[in-house]
């Protein structure tokens, strides 16, 4: 069966960075897109970042580019988040996700265009 297991949370001054991973296993995964997606308490799930399946396209929300960066490995059975100069606003659970073939580039940020999803993993960012 499909599954998605996010690691690499945890705590992180401001300023600080993390690097995320996101672990696919089944073969259903072949050929997808993946992102991240992140959640603040009280907040809708909010899109952060999605890498191609050859990794040759990446897209970035506006509060995270220049800091994140989005990554998948040689094999494409993980995909990982580097997260720079952390701020307080980072702070949520991260969540990684299956895109959807067929989704266009104005449908990215909605959530419904995703159907595997991770556990998601803790990210608190604080001094």
């Known amino acids: 069966q499909a599954q998605l297991v996010e690691s690499g949370g945890g705590l992180v001054q401001p300023g600080g960075s993390l690097r995320l991973s996101c672990a696919a296993s089944?073969?259903?995964?072949?050929?997808?897109?993946m992102a991240w997606w992140r959640q603040a308490p009280g907040q809708e799930r909010e899109f952060v970042a999605t890498?191609?399946?050859?990794?040759?396209?990446?897209v970035y929300a506006d509060s995270v580019k220049g800091r994140f960066t989005i990554s998948r490995d040689s094999a494409k059975t993980t995909v990982y988040l580097s997260m720079n100069n952390l701020k307080p606003e980072d702070t949520a659970v991260y969540y990684c996700?299956?895109?959807?073939?067929?989704?266009?580039?104005?449908?990215?940020?909605?959530?419904?265009?995703?159907?595997?999803w991770g556990q998601g993993t803790q990210v608190t960012v604080s001094s």
């Open positions: 089944g073969s259903t995964f072949s050929g997808h897109t």
């Open positions: 890498i191609s399946w050859y990794g040759s396209n990446t």
């Open positions: 996700a299956r895109q959807l073939m067929g989704t266009i580039r104005s449908s990215y940020y909605d959530p419904q265009r995703y159907d595997y």
